[in-house]
C-alpha cells in the first residue's frame, strides 16, 4: 500500500537501494480521511504528508478546516466516534492505522509528544505541574520516584524554567501563561520522543511570552526529532516550519518550503489568507480583496477643537482577593476626536479594558476624570447621562457572551433601537436598515446568536453599536476571536463604517498588527500605564519607550514582511 | 494561617446557624404544639385536674411570657441542659445518646454504600455508549422516584420474606442492617451518581484529559487519576444533600425496619408533642450540619488548591 511512484526517470527501476532510504520519513500519511457519527462528512478529506526526522512541518488553516483532527490521528486520539481511513499512516516505518489502544499506549508520550494550546486548561489544575511533567516517565521508564523527580528538574531547567525545584511544586494556576506553556512542553519532551505534536502552542499568550515559546521550541527543533506544529497564525509558522502545508474544509490546497509558500503562494485561498493578515504594507487598504483596494489615504487630518471623549489623570484600583489594592490604571490621559482611531494596545493585565470602562462611564474613576464633549462625566444629571451615553457605544471580543442566547437578531436590535425612542413599527424597517449597513440582510433578523457564524455574530453587534447613531465606538479587542480571513472582514468593514458615518473608534487590542492597520493615533500601555503615545506611524517606525521596543520586536513578522529568520 | 481563618470563620457562622434552628424550632413549635401540659402529664384520653396542670405549668415555666420561656431556653441551651423529655422523663441529651449510636451507624454505612455505588457507577458509564448510559440513568432515576418505604417494602419482599436472606427487622447484628442501609443508601446514590456522571463527562471533555491521554495513560487511570478528583468537588458540595437524606431517610426506615434510633425518638417525639425532645433532636441535627459543613470546607482545600492559594 504504501508503495508510491517512483521517481519519473527511473525507467523500470526495480528496488531502491537501501542506502538511499535512509531519509525514511517519520512520519508517512497517504489519502487520510476522518469523520465523525455514522453518516458523518469527511472533515479530513484525503490529506497526505510526510514528515522526515529533523523536519518541522506546519498544518496552517482556519478553525474547522480539519488541522487538529489530523495532528490528533497520528496519536490515535482522532476522537469520540471517529472513523479513520488511510491509504497510508506509517509512524517511524510502521503501519499503525490498524494499531490497538494498547500499541497507541505506547506510542503516546513516550515517541510522540503532545503539546495543546492554553496549558492553564491543558495541565491538571489540581496537581502540581512536577507531578504533570513525571507522569509520562511513571508510564514509559522504569526509573524510581526519586529519579523522576530529579529528571522533572532536570526537565523544567531545560525548558528555561527559574526555580524548577519550586515551580514543580507549584499548581497551574500559581504560575504565569509563559511558565505553564515551558511545563506543558516539559511534560511533552519528558520520554525524548521522536516527533513533538504542537497544537496552537502560542495561542493564548502575550506576543513577548508567545516569541519566548518559540524560541523554545526551535531549540527543540534542533535535534533529529521531527515536529508538527499546527497553527492559524501565519508568523508562528513563518519562524517555526521547514514546510507548510495549507489546510482548507479537510484538504491540503498546497505544500511547500515555508519560505515559498508564504513568499511565492500558488493557490487562490493561500493568497487570500496571506493578504488578510494586517501587515505594515497593507495600511490603508482593503485586507479582505485581492488585490488590494485603497480604502483611504494615511495619514488623515482631524479637527482636533472638541474632542468626544477626553480622559484627564485617570486612576483606577481595586481590591485584590488578599484585601491589598492594585492600581490598574494610574495617570492616564487622552482624547478621542471626532472620525479618528485611537488604538490602546498593551499585553493582558495592561489596563486596557479598564480604561474603556471608566471612558463609559461604566465604572467611576478614583481619580482624576472623563469628558465627554467638553462636559466632565460626574458632572451630568442622570438624565444628561443617559443621552451621552447613547453617543458611546461598545463591541466586545466575544458577542456570543454580549448576547442573550434567546434573542432573535431582531430582538437584540429592536431592543438597541427601543432606546432611540423610535415608535415600535419603524423599529423592523431600522433593524433591517442596520443590518444592511453591515452587509447582512433581512433574512438574518429571525436568527438566534448560535445560528450565526462568528463573524456575523460580530456584525450584528457592530449593528447594535449603530443603532442609536453613536459618535463614538470603543472596540474591545472585536477581533481576537475570530479567524484572520475574517478578522480582515471585520476590520475592512469599521474602516468603511468610519468612512460612510464619520464615527471614532477606541480600539482596544493586544495584537500590533491589527493596532497598526486601524489606528489613526496609538496608546501603549504597560501595567496601568501609558509608556508610550502619538501617531501610529511613529511609534511603530521610531519608538521612543523601551518597552514598546520590546514589544515590537517580539512581533512575529510573517514573511510577507521580511521573510523567516533562519 | 488563612486557612485557619477561613475555618475561624466557618466556625462563628456555624453558630449562627445553631443558634438560628434553635429559635425557629421553638417558635414553630410553641405555634403549632397545642397545650404541652397536657401532654407532658398523659398521653391522649387523660383527663388531669387542672391543679395538676397548673403545676405543671409552673414546673416546666409554661405559664412565663414568651420571651421568657425562649431566653430561659437559650439559658439552658449554652449549659448544655437541653432539657427534659416530658415523656421519658430523662434528661433530652442522654435521650439521644441512647439512640445515637445505631442511628450512626445506619446513617455511616448507608453514606459509604451510596458514595461507593455512586462513584463506581458514574465512572463506568460515564462517557460511554448511549444504551449503556440510558440504561444507567433510568435505574438512577426509578430510584430517586421512588418514595423511602416503598422501596424498604419491596427490599424486604424480596430479600426477607422469599428469599430469607435478611431478618425483617430489630437491630441484631450486621445482617439485621443490611436492607435498612440500602433502603437508606440507594436514592441518595441514584441522585449522586447522576450528578458525578454529568460532572464527570464534562471534565473527560477538558484538554487536560486529552493531554494525560496523549502521555499515554490508560483510560481507567485517566478517569480515576485525573478527571475523578474533578467530579469529587461537585459531590463534596452536595455533602448537606446526602446529610439532609439520611437524617429524612433515617425516620422512615427505622420505623419501617422497626429499628432502634433517632429518627424512630424523632416521630414518637413529634407524635406526643414531646417538645424539649424533638427541639433536641432538632438542635443535634443542625449541630451535624454545621460540623460536616466545616469538614466538608476542610477537604476542599485538600482536593483543590486553588480554594486556599487562589
Given at each position: 500500500m504504501?508503495?508510491?511512484?517512483?521517481?519519473?526517470?527511473?525507467?523500470?527501476?526495480?528496488a531502491?537501494?537501501?542506502?538511499?532510504?535512509?531519509?525514511?520519513?517519520?512520519?508517512?500519511?497517504?489519502?487520510?480521511?476522518?469523520?465523525?457519527?455514522?453518516?458523518?462528512?469527511?472533515?479530513?478529506?484525503?490529506?497526505?504528508?510526510?514528515?522526515?526526522?529533523?523536519?518541522?512541518?506546519?498544518?496552517?488553516?482556519?478553525?474547522?478546516?480539519?488541522k487538529?483532527?489530523?495532528?490528533?490521528?497520528?496519536?490515535?486520539?482522532t476522537?469520540?466516534?471517529?472513523?479513520?481511513?488511510?491509504?497510508?499512516?506509517?509512524?517511524?516505518?510502521?503501519?499503525?492505522?490498524?494499531?490497538?489502544?494498547?500499541?497507541?499506549?505506547?506510542?503516546?508520550g513516550?515517541?510522540?509528544?503532545?503539546?495543546?494550546?492554553?496549558?492553564?486548561?491543558?495541565?491538571?489544575?489540581?496537581?502540581?505541574?512536577?507531578?504533570?511533567?513525571a507522569?509520562?516517565l511513571?508510564?514509559?521508564?522504569?526509573?524510581?520516584?526519586?529519579?523522576?523527580?530529579?529528571?522533572?528538574i532536570?526537565?523544567l531547567?531545560?525548558v528555561?524554567?527559574?526555580?524548577?525545584?519550586?515551580?514543580?511544586?507549584?499548581?497551574?494556576?500559581q504560575?504565569?501563561?509563559?511558565?505553564?506553556?515551558?511545563?506543558?512542553?516539559a511534560?511533552?519532551?519528558?520520554?525524548?520522543?521522536?516527533?513533538?505534536?504542537?497544537?496552537?502552542?502560542?495561542?493564548?499568550?502575550?506576543?513577548?511570552?508567545?516569541?519566548?515559546?518559540?524560541?523554545?521550541?526551535?531549540?527543540?527543533?534542533?535535534g533529529?526529532?521531527?515536529?508538527l506544529?499546527v497553527?492559524h497564525?501565519?508568523?508562528?509558522v513563518?519562524?517555526?516550519?521547514?514546510?507548510?502545508?495549507?489546510?482548507?474544509?479537510?484538504?491540503?490546497?498546497?505544500?511547500?518550503?515555508?519560505?515559498?509558500?508564504?513568499?511565492?503562494?500558488?493557490?487562490?485561498?493561500?493568497?487570500?489568507?496571506?493578504?488578510?493578515?494586517?501587515?505594515?504594507h497593507?495600511?490603508?487598504?482593503?485586507?479582505?480583496?485581492?488585490?488590494?483596494?485603497?480604502?483611504?489615504?494615511?495619514?488623515?487630518e482631524?479637527?482636533?477643537?472638541?474632542?468626544?471623549?477626553?480622559?484627564?489623570?485617570?486612576?483606577?484600583?481595586y481590591a485584590?482577593?488578599?484585601?491589598?489594592?492594585r492600581?490598574?490604571?494610574?495617570?492616564?490621559?487622552?482624547?478621542?476626536?471626532?472620525?479618528e482611531?485611537?488604538?490602546?494596545?498593551?499585553e493582558?493585565?495592561?489596563?486596557?479594558t479598564t480604561?474603556?470602562?471608566?471612558?463609559?462611564?461604566l465604572?467611576?474613576?478614583?481619580?482624576?476624570?472623563v469628558?465627554?464633549?467638553?462636559?466632565?462625566?460626574?458632572?451630568?444629571?442622570?438624565?444628561?447621562?443617559?443621552?451621552?451615553?447613547?453617543?458611546?457605544?461598545?463591541?466586545y471580543?466575544?458577542?456570543?457572551s454580549?448576547f442573550?442566547?434567546?434573542?432573535?437578531?431582531?430582538?437584540?436590535l429592536?431592543?438597541?433601537?427601543?432606546?432611540?425612542g423610535?415608535?415600535?413599527?419603524?423599529?423592523?424597517d431600522?433593524a433591517?436598515?442596520?443590518?444592511?449597513?453591515?452587509s447582512?440582510?433581512?433574512?438574518?433578523?429571525?436568527?438566534?446568536?448560535?445560528?450565526?457564524?462568528?463573524?456575523?455574530?460580530?456584525?450584528?453587534?457592530?449593528?447594535?453599536?449603530?443603532?442609536?447613531?453613536?459618535e463614538l465606538?470603543?472596540?474591545?479587542e472585536?477581533?481576537?476571536?475570530?479567524?484572520?480571513?475574517?478578522?480582515?472582514?471585520?476590520?475592512d468593514?469599521?474602516?468603511d463604517?468610519?468612512?460612510?458615518?464619520g464615527?471614532?473608534y477606541?480600539?482596544?487590542s493586544?495584537?500590533?498588527?491589527?493596532?497598526h492597520?486601524?489606528?489613526?493615533?496609538?496608546?501603549v500601555?504597560?501595567?496601568?500605564?501609558?509608556?508610550?503615545?502619538?501617531?501610529?506611524?511613529?511609534?511603530?517606525?521610531?519608538?521612543?519607550h523601551?518597552?514598546?521596543?520590546?514589544?515590537?520586536s517580539?512581533?512575529?513578522?510573517?514573511?510577507?514582511?521580511?521573510?523567516?529568520?533562519? | 494561617?488563612?486557612?485557619?481563618?477561613?475555618?475561624?470563620?466557618r466556625?462563628?457562622?456555624g453558630l449562627?446557624?445553631?443558634?438560628?434552628?434553635?429559635?425557629l424550632s421553638?417558635?414553630?413549635?410553641?405555634?403549632?404544639?397545642g397545650?404541652?401540659?397536657l401532654?407532658?402529664?398523659?398521653g391522649?384520653?387523660?383527663n388531669?385536674?387542672?391543679?395538676?396542670?397548673?403545676?405543671v405549668r409552673?414546673?416546666?415555666?409554661?405559664?412565663q411570657?414568651l420571651?421568657?420561656?425562649?431566653?430561659?431556653?437559650?439559658?439552658r441551651?449554652?449549659?448544655?441542659?437541653?432539657?427534659?423529655?416530658?415523656?421519658?422523663?430523662?434528661?433530652?441529651?442522654?435521650?439521644?445518646g441512647e439512640?445515637?449510636?445505631?442511628?450512626?451507624?445506619?446513617?455511616?454505612s448507608?453514606?459509604?454504600v451510596a458514595?461507593v455505588?455512586?462513584?463506581?457507577t458514574?465512572?463506568?458509564?460515564?462517557?460511554r455508549?448511549?444504551?449503556?448510559?440510558?440504561?444507567?440513568?433510568g435505574?438512577?432515576?426509578?430510584?430517586?422516584?421512588?418514595?423511602?418505604?416503598?422501596?424498604?417494602?419491596?427490599?424486604?419482599?424480596?430479600?426477607?420474606?422469599?428469599?430469607g436472606w435478611?431478618p425483617?427487622?430489630?437491630?441484631?447484628?450486621?445482617?439485621?442492617?443490611?436492607?435498612?442501609?440500602?433502603?437508606l443508601?440507594?436514592?441518595?446514590a441514584?441522585?449522586?451518581?447522576?450528578?458525578?456522571?454529568?460532572?464527570?463527562?464534562?471534565?473527560?471533555?477538558?484538554?487536560?484529559?486529552?493531554?494525560?491521554?496523549?502521555?499515554?495513560?490508560r483510560?481507567?487511570?485517566?478517569?480515576?487519576r485525573?478527571?475523578?478528583?474533578?467530579?469529587?468537588?461537585?459531590?463534596v458540595?452536595m455533602?448537606?444533600?446526602?446529610?439532609?437524606g439520611?437524617?429524612?431517610?433515617?425516620?422512615?426506615?427505622?420505623?419501617?425496619?422497626?429499628?432502634?434510633?433517632?429518627?424512630?425518638?424523632?416521630?414518637?417525639?413529634?407524635?406526643?408533642?414531646?417538645?424539649?425532645?424533638?427541639?433536641?433532636?432538632?438542635?443535634?441535627?443542625?449541630?451535624?450540619?454545621?460540623?460536616?459543613?466545616?469538614?466538608?470546607?476542610?477537604?476542599?482545600g485538600?482536593?483543590?488548591?486553588?480554594?486556599?492559594t487562589?
Amino acid at each position: 500500500m504504501s508503495a508510491r511512484s517512483t521517481a519519473p526517470g527511473h525507467i523500470g527501476a526495480s528496488a531502491v537501494p537501501a542506502a538511499e532510504t535512509t531519509a525514511a520519513p517519520l512520519v508517512n500519511v497517504d489519502d487520510l480521511r476522518v469523520s465523525f457519527g455514522r453518516h458523518g462528512v469527511d472533515v479530513v478529506d484525503g490529506v497526505s504528508f510526510t514528515i522526515a526526522p529533523g523536519e518541522c512541518l506546519a498544518l496552517v488553516g482556519e478553525s474547522g478546516s480539519g488541522k487538529s483532527v489530523t495532528a490528533r490521528t497520528l496519536v490515535g486520539l482522532t476522537g469520540y466516534g471517529a472513523r479513520v481511513r488511510a491509504a497510508t499512516l506509517e509512524f517511524d516505518g510502521r503501519d499503525v492505522s490498524r494499531n490497538t489502544e494498547r500499541h497507541w499506549r505506547g506510542i503516546r508520550g513516550a515517541q510522540v509528544g503532545f503539546v495543546l494550546q492554553d496549558a492553564l486548561s491543558s495541565l491538571d489544575a489540581l496537581r502540581p505541574v512536577g507531578r504533570e511533567i513525571a507522569e509520562p516517565l511513571a508510564l514509559h521508564t522504569t526509573l524510581a520516584k526519586a529519579a523522576r523527580g530529579e529528571k522533572v528538574i532536570e526537565l523544567l531547567r531545560a525548558v528555561g524554567v527559574p526555580e524548577p525545584e519550586l515551580r514543580a511544586q507549584q499548581y497551574p494556576h500559581q504560575l504565569s501563561g509563559g511558565l505553564r506553556q515551558r511545563a506543558l512542553i516539559a511534560s511533552a519532551i519528558a520520554c525524548e520522543p521522536r516527533l513533538v505534536i504542537a497544537d496552537e502552542p502560542t495561542t493564548a499568550l502575550d506576543a513577548t511570552v508567545q516569541a519566548q515559546i518559540l524560541e523554545l521550541l526551535g531549540e527543540l527543533k534542533r535535534g533529529d526529532a521531527g515536529m508538527l506544529v499546527v497553527s492559524h497564525d501565519l508568523s508562528v509558522v513563518a519562524r517555526l516550519a521547514d514546510r507548510v502545508a495549507v489546510m482548507r474544509a479537510g484538504r491540503i490546497v498546497e505544500q511547500g518550503p515555508t519560505r515559498q509558500v508564504l513568499e511565492d503562494p500558488r493557490d487562490r485561498y493561500t493568497k487570500a489568507l496571506l493578504a488578510a493578515v494586517p501587515a505594515t504594507h497593507a495600511k490603508g487598504t482593503r485586507l479582505s480583496s485581492a488585490p488590494a483596494a485603497v480604502i483611504r489615504a494615511t495619514p488623515r487630518e482631524f479637527d482636533r477643537t472638541t474632542p468626544i471623549v477626553a480622559a484627564e489623570g485617570l486612576v483606577k484600583a481595586y481590591a485584590g482577593p488578599d484585601k491589598v489594592n492594585r492600581t490598574v490604571v494610574r495617570e492616564v490621559s487622552f482624547a478621542v476626536h471626532p472620525g479618528e482611531t485611537l488604538g490602546i494596545v498593551g499585553e493582558s493585565g495592561s489596563g486596557k479594558t479598564t480604561t474603556a470602562r471608566l471612558i463609559l462611564g461604566l465604572e467611576r474613576a478614583d481619580g482624576g476624570h472623563v469628558s465627554v464633549r467638553g462636559r466632565r462625566w460626574d458632572s451630568l444629571t442622570p438624565a444628561d447621562k443617559r443621552a451621552e451615553r447613547r453617543r458611546l457605544q461598545i463591541v466586545y471580543q466575544d458577542p456570543l457572551s454580549s448576547f442573550d442566547p434567546r434573542y432573535t437578531v431582531e430582538r437584540v436590535l429592536g431592543e438597541a433601537i427601543g432606546v432611540t425612542g423610535l415608535r415600535a413599527g419603524q423599529r423592523r424597517d431600522r433593524a433591517v436598515e442596520l443590518l444592511e449597513q453591515v452587509s447582512l440582510g433581512a433574512e438574518h433578523l429571525k436568527r438566534r446568536p448560535l445560528e450565526l457564524s462568528g463573524g456575523q455574530r460580530q456584525r450584528v453587534a457592530i449593528a447594535r453599536a449603530l443603532a442609536p447613531e453613536p459618535e463614538l465606538i470603543v472596540c474591545d479587542e472585536p477581533v481576537s476571536a475570530l479567524d484572520v480571513s475574517v478578522q480582515a472582514q471585520i476590520l475592512d468593514l469599521l474602516a468603511d463604517l468610519q468612512e460612510r458615518l464619520g464615527i471614532a473608534y477606541l480600539f482596544i487590542s493586544h495584537d500590533l498588527g491589527v493596532i497598526h492597520h486601524v489606528s489613526d493615533r496609538v496608546l501603549v500601555m504597560k501595567d496601568g500605564e501609558v509608556v508610550e503615545s502619538g501617531d501610529v506611524r511613529q511609534i511603530f517606525t521610531a519608538p521612543a519607550h523601551e518597552y514598546t521596543r520590546t514589544l515590537l520586536s517580539a512581533v512575529l513578522t510573517p514573511a510577507t514582511q521580511g521573510g523567516p529568520r533562519a | 494561617m488563612r486557612q485557619l481563618k477561613r475555618i475561624a470563620t466557618r466556625f462563628a457562622a456555624g453558630l449562627g446557624v445553631l443558634w438560628g434552628a434553635a429559635t425557629l424550632s421553638f417558635v414553630a413549635l410553641h405555634v403549632t404544639a397545642g397545650d404541652a401540659a397536657l401532654a407532658t402529664v398523659a398521653g391522649d384520653g387523660a383527663n388531669p385536674t387542672q391543679a395538676v396542670l397548673d403545676r405543671v405549668r409552673a414546673d416546666y415555666g409554661l405559664d412565663q411570657p414568651l420571651w421568657q420561656q425562649y431566653l430561659g431556653y437559650l439559658g439552658r441551651l449554652l449549659q448544655g441542659d437541653l432539657g427534659e423529655s416530658y415523656q421519658q422523663r430523662v434528661p433530652v441529651a442522654s435521650a439521644i445518646g441512647e439512640q445515637l449510636g445505631e442511628t450512626v451507624q445506619l446513617a455511616l454505612s448507608a453514606a459509604l454504600v451510596a458514595v461507593v455505588l455512586a462513584v463506581g457507577t458514574a465512572v463506568l458509564t460515564a462517557r460511554r455508549r448511549p444504551w449503556i448510559r440510558s440504561a444507567a440513568s433510568g435505574t438512577e432515576l426509578v430510584l430517586t422516584s421512588f418514595p423511602t418505604f416503598v422501596l424498604g417494602l419491596v427490599l424486604l419482599i424480596v430479600f426477607s420474606f422469599q428469599a430469607g436472606w435478611f431478618p425483617v427487622s430489630g437491630n441484631d447484628g450486621v445482617s439485621a442492617l443490611v436492607l435498612p442501609t440500602f433502603t437508606l443508601a440507594l436514592p441518595i446514590a441514584a441522585t449522586l451518581s447522576q450528578v458525578l456522571r454529568t460532572e464527570l463527562e464534562e471534565v473527560l471533555e477538558q484538554p487536560f484529559i486529552l493531554t494525560a491521554r496523549s502521555r499515554g495513560m490508560r483510560d481507567a487511570a485517566v478517569r480515576l487519576r485525573h478527571a475523578l478528583r474533578h467530579a469529587l468537588i461537585q459531590i463534596v458540595t452536595m455533602s448537606g444533600f446526602v446529610i439532609g437524606g439520611l437524617l429524612g431517610g433515617a425516620v422512615i426506615t427505622e420505623t419501617l425496619f422497626v429499628r432502634r434510633g433517632v429518627g424512630q425518638l424523632m416521630l414518637t417525639a413529634t407524635t406526643t408533642k414531646d417538645i424539649p425532645l424533638v427541639l433536641g433532636v432538632v438542635l443535634f441535627a443542625a449541630a451535624v450540619y454545621v460540623v460536616v459543613n466545616l469538614v466538608v470546607d476542610i477537604v476542599y482545600g485538600l482536593i483543590d488548591p486553588r480554594v486556599v492559594t487562589a
